[in-house]
């Protein structure tokens, strides 16, 4: 449907931080892991090689465009793909961030939002929307605590993402249009234009 949203999410996780994890942030972290909604990766810091294969596969699966990153954590991403892709900063500041929220939330009100990921639900039941005295918002953690273990992450990226999406729509950089709609439109604008 036209005015959905269906959304896929990947986590990544060092397998060696899993003890810790289940322990202080979900028992459900191996559950997620074994059912393939989380992937595992050997070692202990984060394999950007794993993630870098997730990416590569959608493109080849899908017409993707572009990617929108957090500048804070962009690097390897330009290093791997800038000559194949274009990608796109996604600013985090609140004020820059925050017309993107209200997106994602208005979409969530209108249960446009499709994600059958659970780690999605979870990450959403912990976040929470913060306002400034100038009406931004922005999504944190629970009581505002940067330090919770509980993960926010993936809001982020449906807010990056449904913002961006809205933003193209309305500037008309996405055409929504099959093939036939397409041609139904110039035969009817060029019959219009007596052509």
């Known amino acids: 449907q036209e005015d959905h949203y ?7 996780f060092p397998l060696d931080a899993m003890k810790e994890k289940i322990h202080e942030d979900n028992e459900l972290w191996r559950y997620w892991t074994d059912k393939g909604y989380v992937t595992g990766t050997l070692g202990s810091t984060i394999d ?3 993630i870098f294969d997730v990416i590569k596969q959608q ?10 990153v957090d500048p804070y954590c962009a690097t390897p991403l330009y290093s791997e793909f800038e000559a194949n892709i274009d990608i796109i900063e996604v600013n985090q500041s609140m004020k820059y961030l925050s017309p993107f929220v209200k997106n ?4 969530i ?45 993936g809001c982020i990226t449906s807010a990056m993402t ?10 008309g950089e996405i055409d929504l249009r099959d093939d036939k709609q397409r041609a139904d439109d110039l035969e009817k604008m060029l019959s219009e234009l007596n052509i």
């Open 6 to 12: 269906f959304m896929k999410h990947w986590f990544f």
């Open 48 to 50: 950007y090689t794993a």
């Open 59 to 68: 493109m080849r699966d899908y017409n993707i465009e572009c990617l929108l």
């Open 162 to 171: 449904v913002g961006y999406i809205k933003q193209q729509l309305e500037d």
């Open 104 to 107: 994602l939330e208005e979409e």
């Open 109 to 153: 009100y209108k249960a446009n939002l499709v994600d059958d990921n659970p780690v999605m639900t979870w990450m959403f039941s912990n976040a929470e929307i913060y306002t400034d005295a100038n009406s931004n918002i922005k999504i944190v953690k629970p009581n505002g605590d940067k330090d919770s273990p509980k993960r926010i992450d």
